[in-house]
């Protein structure tokens, strides 16, 4: 079967909504999270990038993964009940415990996990059940329910200091224009990859740097949006040389899958960490997760195929950071989950409740979330049991000393338990 997202609308959601719905996002200048773009430079405003102490990895699952076939909740009847075809067998699970067990194409993760490293938080999601994934990427992205100031999460989590270096956050992938969670007034660098942060049409170091002499002098005292926004341009690209010029060769013996674009994202970010340019934040995109035909089983099917795919790259990454994950730390989102029942395709409609991820610095491993059950009915959701906003509010407390108001205005978080305090 061909790899296709079954669902109409979650292929309109990715093809427009980082276009139509983008928070504050001016095409040229001003205060936007990418003010303009240069070359292929993104730009914003004037910055003074600093080492970062912790860097958080965002690694959205777009599309509403099936987080009951990842994370199985093999003590509760009523999952093999609603899924004769597509269920995991409980013999199969990794990782057992009374009550859960992970997807055995999670197998590259054990190391982690059994190092207590990784952790999966189930029954989380949004204070509401939103099955549309324009919407609901939009609400997840933002976390701030009913407010009309359109900055996202991690804009607020980056602008809690004085700091105004786009290479704060940095975004790959993406089609140049940044995620709900990244725009705002804070300035961020979306690129599709490494290379892509220069200046194009020189051939040598020598020709390169007259070239940028040149144009730092046509745009000198120009003013204005489209002046500034250039002369910035220029100090992005010399900012973010230490990346360029570092080595393409994964560190620590690591590999990643070839032809995957999340390896490829992954394998860019640990060359970001490693260059240390300041980045607090880095954001990744894998997807559609979106599988309304065809789930398979653990041997065969689409969610194998995807699982497979994410947990080759996050060992490759988790090995390629080798020491440095220990301040590194990795969480997992996805827009909403999937139905209890599988339907009449093999597959799983849109749903409610999911799973998170988390592994690196500072994760308590293990599993996390109090369970609601589950019931074997056509419309059946897991529910939410834990607000997402909660796991996110203990990774930015204990790793960024933000305070639940700084990043998630209005919100009560309530212990979750799966992160602790690390020095550094």
């Known amino acids: 079967m061909t790899d296709q997202t079954c669902c109409d609308e979650f292929s309109e959601a990715t093809r427009l909504g980082r276009r139509s719905f983008l928070r504050g996002v001016a095409a040229i200048g001003g205060t936007a999270a990418v003010a303009t773009t240069f070359g292929t430079a993104a730009v914003s405003t004037a910055y003074a990038a600093t ?8 690694l959205s699952m777009r599309g509403a993964c099936d987080g009951l ?16 075809s597509i269920a995991v067998p409980s013999d199969r699970l990794l990782a057992k415990d009374g009550f859960f067990g992970l997807h055995p194409s999670l197998a590259p993760l054990l190391p982690w996990w059994n190092t207590r490293q990784m952790a999966a938080v189930h029954a989380t999601g949004l204070p509401s059940a939103n099955r549309s994934h324009f919407s609901a990427m939009e609400e997840l992205e933002d976390a701030d329910p009913g407010s009309s100031a359109r900055v996202g999460w991690l804009n607020r989590l980056i602008g809690r200091d004085a700091s105004r270096s786009p290479l704060d956050a940095v975004q790959y992938g993406g089609g140049g224009v940044p995620i709900t969670a990244l725009s705002g007034p804070e300035p961020a660098l979306v690129t599709p990859d490494i290379d892509a942060v220069q200046l194009w049409g020189s051939d040598d170091a020598a020709s390169a740097a007259k070239r940028q002499a040149s144009m730092r002098a046509m745009w000198q005292g120009a003013g204005g949006p489209l002046g500034n926004g250039a002369a910035q341009a220029l100090d992005v690209v010399d900012a973010f040389a230490p990346v360029r010029n570092s080595s393409a060769t994964p560190a620590n013996g690591a590999s990643y899958p070839r032809y995957s674009d999340l390896g490829d994202a992954l394998a860019a970010t640990a060359r970001t960490i490693r260059a240390d340019v300041g980045a607090e934040v880095i954001t990744v995109d894998h997807g559609s997760w979106d599988h309304h035909t065809w789930i398979g089983t653990p041997d065969n099917g689409n969610l194998q195929r ?4 994410f947990a080759a790259c996050l060992k490759g990454f988790l090995t390629d950071l080798g020491p440095l994950l ?24 849109h749903g409610y409740g999911n799973v998170m991820f988390l592994l690196g610095a500072g994760v308590k491993g293990g599993y996390y979330g109090r369970w609601p059950g589950l019931t074997n009915t056509v419309d ?30 209005g919100f009560s978080p309530t212990s979750v338990g799966v992160m602790q305090t690390v020095a550094g």
């Open 51 to 58: 080492p970062a102490k912790r860097v958080l990895v965002l």
């Open 69 to 84: 076939n990842l994370v199985v909740p093999h003590a509760d009847p009523a999952y093999y009940a609603a899924r004769p």
């Open 306 to 309: 995807m699982a497979d795919e």
């Open 326 to 349: 220990s301040k590194v730390t990795i969480v997992t989102v996805s827009e909403f989950g999937r139905r209890v029942k599988e339907n009449a395709n093999g597959g799983l409609d």
């Open 380 to 409: 059946a959701d897991l529910t939410m049991t834990t607000d997402y906003r909660s796991v996110l509010t203990e990774v930015v407390s204990t790793g960024f000393s933000a305070t639940v108001g700084q990043v998630f205005p």
